[in-house]
């Protein structure tokens, strides 16, 4: 006999429990967890270079990198100091809250006070996955199509910031700055947005001084 | 391709949900998807039929995406529908908006069958019978 069973349950209740656990952790330690995403070649691993290495003396972060295979880009990421771990996903295109539990305790020191994570280079697939960070960032190179928000809203919806980059490029492809960000605000008005350029360090540190002042507020008031 | 990762965190709610009622066969599930996941049904379709494949408990089951679209309240217009694959209000045009529906990516419910000697036997107590 055919039976109806009411079920009314997330898909992803089991990832999104995982990564609110871990945003009590890093609530309890004081720890701000920043998830970075983009389409593969926006730029990420530059600009992680580019910030990581002004946090230096400044900051204790830990950095885990996603990718479907090597290692090259924790290699980029170490040059600074701080203590990297690669995740391979062997073909997942995302990461999710299991991998990051899995392997950030070879990053999270007890004085961590910024954890990064760079996602695998995706638009689509990492929007679904919580991995309880404080910030997700989505990064837009100038060339790609500035209607990328508008093709991808799930990504963009959940971010808290954009980071234009490449903004050297500017003027060399017919990607228009504004019109990206007014597609960006339709789907996340109240997106913060930088434009930098790794090449020029133009926007660099601006970026870099607000995702501190981002961290510091939150350290400092695990402190009290 | 994640949507045979959201295919597989189906199977594993459903074939709790399935264990817990003592159920031996699922027939289908409903399966809500809002316009705002970026989660293809099609895709899904696929990756559904992949994972379920060998799969006795889910033999011959289908899956039925139900596909939510866009609702928001806007301040100025009230509630209603908004421009494609944005949660702008479609009646003006502003994005600052409250969504009302659009991100769900929740499993409605399911429904399952019982082995006639299961359902016997829960009926009648634990009774072997040939």
């Known amino acids: 006999m055919p039976k109806r069973l009411p079920i009314q349950q997330k898909v992803l209740s089991k990832n999104d429990e995982l990564a609110a656990a871990l945003r009590r952790r890093w609530q309890e330690q004081g720890v701000f967890c920043l998830n970075v995403v983009s389409s593969p070649g926006s730029g990420k691993t530059t600009l992680l270079q580019e910030t990581l290495q002004r946090l230096r003396g400044r900051l204790q972060v830990g950095v885990l990198v996603g990718d479907l295979q090597t290692e090259n880009d924790a290699r980029r990421l170490a040059a600074a100091g701080f203590p990297v771990r690669q995740i391979i996903t062997g073909g997942v295109c995302h990461l999710d809250a299991t991998m990051v539990a899995t392997h950030v305790d070879a990053v999270a020191g007890p004085d961590l006070e910024l954890l990064v994570i760079e996602n695998v280079g995706n638009l689509v697939c990492p929007a679904s996955y919580d991995l309880g960070e404080d910030l997700k960032v989505v990064l837009l190179s100038t060339v790609e199509g500035d209607d990328k928000p508008a093709k991808y809203p799930g990504m963009f919806r959940r971010s808290d910031a954009l980071v234009i980059t490449k903004t050297d490029l500017l003027g060399l492809s017919d990607f228009d700055p504004a019109r990206a960000i007014q597609h960006a605000r339709q789907v996340r008005p109240d997106l913060v947005v930088f434009a930098v350029s790794a090449r020029t360090s133009e926007g660099i540190d601006a970026w870099v001084q607000w995702l501190t002042d981002q961290v510091t507020a939150k350290t400092r008031s695990a402190r009290r | ?130």
């Open chain 2, 1 to 130: 391709m994640h949507e045979l990762s959201i295919a597989m965190a189906v199977l594993e709610t459903v074939a709790a949900a399935a264990a817990r009622a003592g159920a031996s066969r699922v027939l289908s599930i409903r399966l809500r998807v809002g316009e705002l996941t970026t989660v293809d049904p099609a895709a899904l379709q696929f990756a559904y039929a992949a994972a379920t494949g060998d799969h006795p408990l889910f033999a011959g089951s289908q899956l039925q995406v139900e596909w939510v679209r866009v609702r928001i309240d806007c301040p100025t217009c009230g509630e209603g529908p908004a421009l494609p694959r944005t949660v702008a209000c479609a009646a003006c045009g502003s994005p600052l908006t409250r969504v009302l529906a659009g991100e769900e990516l929740d499993v409605d419910d399911v429904e399952v069958e019982r082995h006639a000697k299961a359902a016997a036997d829960s009926a009648k107590g634990a009774v072997e019978k040939r």
